[in-house]
């Protein structure tokens, strides 16, 4: 959670953005030596927090007539374990079950490693380099009087293959159900590390911004994006694109400077305790056309129409037609013509997770869910606008992570 402290300090600060025009951007209030870290007062979850998940994974297999879940290395088995652990060619994961603890399925040449990383008094058990690892994870659920497994949507092809052949009695299934159905909505702790992290992100855009200067490149911004980041005590970087590449949803490699009434568009984040943030903001060096006034402005209703329609009961796909509806009454239609993408993804321990915001997605929405609200307009060969704030799904509606939206093309950050 994050102490009450740390809410009054990052929300007293002035974070008021001049701008996009030169001279307005010199009267940046804050400068890069007066930033602090703001994740010095966090506190990590805990082991109550993980006994929690575990026991919503239970439920969730019993709902779904599920004996156990297989979790490979990878964000699922740290979500549900604590344990870190990467995918390889050598199987290594937990078994959640409905019985108790999970028990665990590692190599043996890596079981003190291992054993630095699994909580105390839960099972593992070994297989050697010439032995199967899908026959011991067979044998495991029978022990556990089961034979329905579900495989985590991460599970790797050959991990699924091997199970077939080496564990036939074992039937398979698609695990998403549970590993889905808990990281899909969020508890208060992990909205407020994701609060904490889009704040983050959002005043290092708005510190980078005013460093903005006549020949800089993308990589010169990404960098002073990162330092930031880095001040405020989260890693996070930003992905610069000026010009004509802004039109590309994400990027081109063809080489851009900063020059008057160039379009600058930044998509980027951080993480605090392993939850993302995801921040697009698009500016203008200089005077902006007529004609990116007005884009930009297109954008932002469209950004304002799906915050309102994201609401408990709303179909994920109605998120997505609000903002579109907006964009193709304004004359960028039809379809993904302009607007080329969805209109959000989940966010969380991953930066693109379950559920999206797309059309025929009928999920309905539930509160704690949390997705990025990023509609664009991208014009080929001239330039592209494209407005990104995270959002959690309320009791009553929705509402922006980190505050501090988006108001106008030379106001890219509100006070708070």
Request: one cysteine or more.
């Given at each position: 959670?994050?102490?009450?402290r740390d809410?009054?300090?990052?929300g007293g600060?002035t974070?008021?953005?001049?701008?996009c025009?030169r001279?307005?951007c010199q009267?940046?209030?804050?400068?890069g030596?007066?930033l602090e870290s703001l994740t010095?007062?966090?506190?990590p979850l805990?082991?109550e927090?993980?006994?929690?998940?575990q026991?919503?994974?239970?439920r969730l297999?019993?709902?779904?007539k599920?004996d156990?879940?297989?979790?490979?290395?990878?964000?699922?088995l740290?979500?549900?374990?604590?344990?870190?652990?990467g995918s390889?060619?050598?199987?290594?994961?937990?078994?959640l079950?409905?019985?108790?603890?999970?028990?665990?399925i590692?190599?043996?040449?890596?079981?003190?490693r291992?054993?630095?990383s699994?909580p105390?008094?839960?099972?593992?058990?070994?297989?050697?380099?010439h032995?199967?690892p899908?026959?011991?994870i067979?044998?495991?659920?029978k022990?556990?009087?089961?034979?329905?497994?579900g495989?985590?949507?991460?599970?790797?092809?050959?991990?699924?293959?091997g199970?077939?052949?080496?564990?036939?009695?074992?039937?398979?299934v698609?695990?998403?159900?549970?590993?889905?159905?808990?990281?899909?909505?969020?508890?208060?702790?992990?909205?407020?590390?994701m609060?904490?992290?889009?704040?983050?992100?959002?005043?290092?855009?708005?510190e980078?911004?005013?460093?903005?200067r006549?020949?800089?490149?993308?990589?010169?911004?990404?960098s002073?994006i990162?330092?930031?980041h880095?001040?405020?005590?989260a890693?996070?970087?930003?992905g610069?694109?000026?010009g004509?590449n802004?039109a590309?949803p994400h990027?081109?490699?063809?080489?851009q400077t900063?020059?008057?009434?160039?379009?600058v568009m930044v998509?980027?984040g951080?993480?605090?305790?392993?939850?993302?943030?995801?921040?697009?903001?698009?500016?203008v060096f200089?005077?902006?056309?007529?004609k990116?006034?007005?884009?930009w402005?297109?954008?932002?209703?469209?950004?304002?129409?799906?915050?309102k329609?994201?609401?408990?009961?709303?179909?994920?796909?109605?998120?997505?037609?609000?903002?579109?509806?907006?964009?193709?009454?304004?004359g960028?239609?039809?379809?993904?013509?302009?607007?080329?993408?969805?209109?959000g993804h989940?966010i969380?321990l991953?930066?693109?997770?379950?559920?999206?915001?797309?059309?025929?997605?009928?999920l309905?929405?539930?509160?704690g869910?949390t997705?990025s609200n990023?509609?664009?307009?991208?014009?080929?060969?001239?330039?592209?606008?494209?407005?990104?704030?995270?959002?959690v799904?309320t009791e009553?509606?929705?509402r922006?992570?980190?505050?501090?939206e988006?108001?106008?093309?030379?106001?890219?950050?509100?006070?708070?």
């Amino acid at each position: 959670m994050i102490l009450r402290r740390d809410f009054l300090k990052i929300g007293g600060l002035t974070l008021a953005l001049p701008g996009c025009v030169r001279a307005l951007c010199q009267q940046n209030m804050a400068t890069g030596s007066k930033l602090e870290s703001l994740t010095s007062g966090v506190k990590p979850l805990g082991p109550e927090d993980y006994a929690e998940r575990q026991e919503r994974a239970r439920r969730l297999m019993a709902a779904s007539k599920l004996d156990a879940v297989f979790l490979p290395g990878g964000v699922n088995l740290t979500y549900f374990t604590t344990v870190s652990w990467g995918s390889s060619e050598r199987t290594f994961g937990a078994i959640l079950n409905k019985k108790g603890l999970p028990v665990w399925i590692c190599p043996a040449f890596e079981l003190e490693r291992a054993r630095e990383s699994i909580p105390a008094g839960q099972e593992t058990r070994t297989w050697e380099e010439h032995e199967s690892p899908y026959k011991l994870i067979g044998g495991t659920v029978k022990d556990l009087g089961g034979r329905r497994l579900g495989v985590a949507p991460n599970t790797s092809g050959f991990q699924i293959f091997g199970l077939q052949k080496d564990a036939p009695d074992i039937e398979l299934v698609n695990g998403s159900v549970v590993t889905d159905g808990c990281r899909g909505t969020k508890t208060a702790k992990e909205i407020a590390f994701m609060d904490l992290a889009a704040k983050i992100t959002k005043i290092a855009y708005r510190e980078a911004f005013a460093q903005l200067r006549a020949g800089m490149t993308p990589r010169d911004l990404s960098s002073a994006i990162s330092a930031v980041h880095n001040k405020l005590g989260a890693s996070g970087s930003g992905g610069p694109q000026f010009g004509p590449n802004t039109a590309f949803p994400h990027g081109s490699r063809v080489p851009q400077t900063l020059g008057q009434g160039t379009v600058v568009m930044v998509d980027g984040g951080c993480s605090v305790e392993g939850y993302r943030s995801d921040v697009t903001r698009t500016i203008v060096f200089g005077k902006p056309t007529d004609k990116m006034l007005k884009v930009w402005d297109i954008v932002k209703k469209a950004q304002t129409a799906a915050l309102k329609t994201c609401r408990p009961g709303a179909a994920c796909e109605d998120v997505d037609t609000a903002a579109r509806k907006v964009i193709e009454d304004a004359g960028y239609g039809p379809g993904y013509k302009y607007f080329a993408h969805r209109l959000g993804h989940g966010i969380g321990l991953d930066g693109h997770e379950y559920p999206y915001l797309v059309k025929g997605n009928k999920l309905k929405l539930e509160p704690g869910m949390t997705f990025s609200n990023e509609p664009g307009i991208y014009i080929y060969g001239e330039f592209g606008i494209r407005t990104e704030d995270c959002m959690v799904v309320t009791e009553d509606g929705a509402r922006y992570l980190g505050g501090m939206e988006a108001l106008a093309i030379d106001q890219p950050f509100a006070d708070r």
